[in-house]
């Protein structure tokens, strides 16, 4: 949540047009230069588990959107150009649903993994919609998707096959982690219907989920969503793991995550995946806000004043906004997506740039971020 302050602390210096954001390319594809000292190290990591509950071997992870043909197309030669490059960088973690491309991340990802053995990396996928051929695929947000139609299914029985269809698509062995999709207010499928649908997730997904776990089918489950409640609720009703949270932690909004949200999963062990780590692409270039279309009023002014201190101290913004996103003790991996090779590997240089301690220091003097906010190692 942005308060008044912080909003009047952007537009304050606003007129501090940031240049390299100005002369940057906006299209699919393209990428914001990485500014700052660079210190060439492995991608970080968490610590090898020992009890506890399940995370990531690496805390930098490749969302499966724009594989999915999100916002633009992409070819087949040029998601599995990016997955080598990403695979190169040192990336272990890959995330996909059924639902991005209709499929077609899924499979996308599954031909570059499939030849891989299952120990050496991180699959996470979804639950929550079931695919079924047609050949009049419904309008949605995906560039020529697969030719499949969806239905909601959040049942023990809607679980299973979900789990088995995406293993077929992927033509891998075993999933990692398996996320409850969409169950929130905010996808515009289900809306204010939501609560009903989290009641068939209560008595059906999430026991099942938690079978598939102790079965040793999976090694994790939680939620996979873009509003607090449905993490939350799950919580105090289930036994997840870990949860991946999109659009609520970011460098320009993060403050109901950091004081409602990640103290609650933080008290019961449970470890946070950030998707959209840069509001799928504003935090790197571009003029889109996440996935609704439109740039809310506050958001160009704050950008544009973080911007400014980013000239100042020499870092670039899509840098800055992914060790903010990747700081907290209880993130286990930020998951940015990436359309071509130069963007993934865009993504993992950021993380071994140093940033000065000045700089994040400036963006609380402004109220930039909020006081308490988790700051990377300097």
């Keep these: 949540m942005n308060t008044r302050r912080h909003f009047l602390a952007a537009a304050a210096v606003a007129l501090a047009a940031a240049p390299l954001l100005a002369q940057s390319a906006t299209g699919p594809g393209s990428v914001l230069p990485t500014q700052g000292r660079i210190d060439p190290r492995p991608l970080p990591g968490n610590a090898p588990r020992v009890g506890g509950r399940y995370r990531p071997p690496i805390?930098?992870?490749?969302?499966?959107?724009?594989?999915?043909n999100g916002f633009a197309p992409s070819s087949d030669q040029q998601s599995e150009q990016t997955l080598e490059a990403a695979w190169a960088a040192g990336v272990r973690y890959?995330?996909?649903?059924?639902?991005?491309?209709?499929?077609?991340?899924?499979r996308r990802f599954g031909h570059f993994l499939h030849n891989r053995a299952p120990d050496e990396y991180v699959l996470s996928t979804k639950v929550g919609r079931v695919l079924s051929a047609t050949r009049t695929p419904p309008k949605t947000m995906w560039h020529a998707p697969s030719p499949f139609a969806y239905r909601y299914d959040y049942s023990a029985a809607g679980v299973r096959r979900s789990v088995e269809d995406s293993l077929q698509r992927l033509g891998v062995s075993q999933l990692d982690i398996v996320f409850v999709h969409d169950l929130a207010p905010s996808?515009?499928?289900?809306?204010?219907?939501?609560?009903?649908?989290?009641?068939?997730?209560?008595?059906?997904?999430?026991?099942?989920?938690?079978r598939l776990r102790e079965e040793g089918l999976i090694k994790a489950w939680g939620m996979g969503v873009n509003d607090p409640e449905p993490a939350l609720r799950c919580v105090a009703e289930a036994d997840p793991d870990i949860f991946l949270l999109a659009c609520q932690y970011s460098l320009l909004d993060h403050q109901r995550a950091l004081h409602e949200t990640f103290p609650k999963l933080a008290e019961r062990g449970?470890?946070?995946?950030?998707?959209?780590?840069?509001?799928?692409?504003?935090?790197?270039?571009?003029?889109r806000y996440l996935y609704a279309g439109s740039v809310p009023d506050w958001a160009p002014a704050k950008r544009t004043s973080v911007q400014a201190v980013c000239d100042r101290h020499g870092v670039d913004l899509r840098t800055a906004a992914l060790q903010f996103a990747n700081a907290p003790e209880v993130v286990s991996a930020i998951i940015p997506g990436a359309r071509t090779p130069e963007q993934v590997r865009a993504n993992a240089e950021s993380?071994?740039?140093k940033i000065p301690a000045d700089f994040w220091a400036?963006?609380?003097?402004?109220?930039?971020?909020?006081?308490?906010?988790?700051l990377p190692a300097t």
């Design 270 to 287: 449970i470890s946070v995946v950030v998707g959209s780590p840069l509001l799928a692409g504003y935090l790197a270039g571009r003029d």
């Design 94 to 106: 890959f995330d996909t649903s059924p639902w991005y491309g209709l499929g077609l991340s899924e």
């Design 187 to 210: 996808n515009g499928d289900i809306g204010e219907r939501w609560p009903e649908y989290f009641e068939q997730a209560a008595k059906g997904a999430f026991p099942e989920l938690t």
């Design 351 to 353: 993380l071994s740039v």
């Design 59 to 68: 805390r930098l992870g490749l969302g499966g959107v724009a594989i999915g």
């Design 362 to 374: 400036e963006l609380k003097r402004l109220g930039l971020i909020d006081e308490q906010a988790p």
